[in-house]
């Protein structure tokens, strides 16, 4: 069962700048319905709703969507474990990194003479969303059906494989860290520059805990300790006694 978690709470009463620094991922709901989180932030959401002649209750019901559940759940088996890493994380940083390249985009241009804008960021982020991608993808079509199946002596090298890209990526979260103030807009920064590092660090928190989730739950319960058993991956050595 998944643990009760106290989420955010998303009130119409709430100026739309607030919602867009608070809750990452909202910035790109607001602009695709054209509503003004920028020099119209302080203007309430139900009254930005209003003005533009649009129901409330669908974007509540879009913005509650895009909260993030944090807590550890139990799996009845590891192809549940598999489902929920690809639904609650997969998915979830296809759809992040986009936006929060676009959005470093713009500030860089925006902000190019700000002395602390973070130039070059949008090529990271760029790069890192190529690695990752990549990642997913190896994960995807080789690593998780073989784990689906009960594994095989063979799944050594692929988890040995992600292990090694799980290092990779925290290192690029440490760059990505000191390239923006551990993920802290100066305090002159515009609502798209909190939103951005909001984002960011939404994405650097949800990246850790996908990592965890594989390293720590899902990939030992395939990995055999050939130490303590004098077990190979070309079979026992005890097998011919």
């Known amino acids: 069962m998944l643990a009760q978690q106290t989420a955010m709470?998303?009130?119409?009463?709430?100026?739309?700048?607030q919602i867009a620094v608070a809750l990452p991922g909202a910035?790109?709901?607001?602009?695709?319905?054209?509503?003004?989180?920028?020099?119209?932030?302080?203007?309430?959401?139900?009254?930005?709703?209003?003005?533009k002649a649009l129901a409330l209750a669908p974007i509540l019901a879009e913005l509650a969507a895009l909260q993030r559940r944090d807590d550890t759940p139990e799996f009845a088996s590891a192809g549940a474990?598999?489902?929920?890493?690809?639904?609650r994380y997969h998915d979830v940083h296809r759809a992040q990194l986009p936006e929060l390249i676009e959005m470093a985009k713009r500030v860089e241009s925006v902000h190019r003479g700000h002395a602390n804008v973070p130039?070059?960021?949008?090529?990271?982020?760029?790069?890192?969303?190529?690695?990752?991608?990549?990642?997913?993808?190896?994960?995807?079509l080789i690593l998780f059906p073989m784990l689906r199946t009960g594994g095989n002596p063979y799944a050594a090298n692929p988890i040995g494989m992600m292990r090694s890209e799980h290092v990779e990526h925290g290192a690029t979260l440490e760059?990505?860290?000191a390239k923006t103030n551990d993920m802290n807009a100066?305090?002159?920064?515009?609502?798209?520059?909190?939103?951005?590092?909001?984002?960011?660090?939404?994405?650097r928190e949800d990246l850790i805990n996908h990592i965890h989730l594989e390293n720590n739950i899902l990939f030992?319960?395939?990995?055999?300790?050939?130490?303590?058993?004098?077990?190979?991956?070309?079979?026992?050595?005890?097998s011919g006694m």
Not at 9 to 17: C, L, R
Not at 221 to 236: K, L, V, Y
């Open 9 to 17: 709470s998303i009130d119409a009463t709430q100026p739309i700048g």
């Open 27 to 51: 910035i790109a709901v607001f602009r695709r319905l054209k509503l003004d989180y920028c020099c119209g932030g302080q203007t309430s959401l139900q009254q930005a709703a209003q003005e």
């Open 81 to 87: 474990l598999i489902d929920h890493i690809l639904e």
């Open 119 to 140: 130039v070059g960021l949008s090529v990271l982020l760029i790069q890192m969303q190529g690695e990752l991608l990549d990642h997913m993808k190896k994960e995807e």
């Open 175 to 177: 760059y990505l860290a």
């Open 186 to 203: 100066p305090h002159d920064a515009c609502t798209t520059w909190q939103a951005l590092y909001a984002g960011l660090r939404q994405l």
């Open 220 to 238: 030992p319960q395939f990995e055999i300790d050939t130490a303590s058993t004098g077990c190979g991956p070309n079979g026992c050595a005890c």
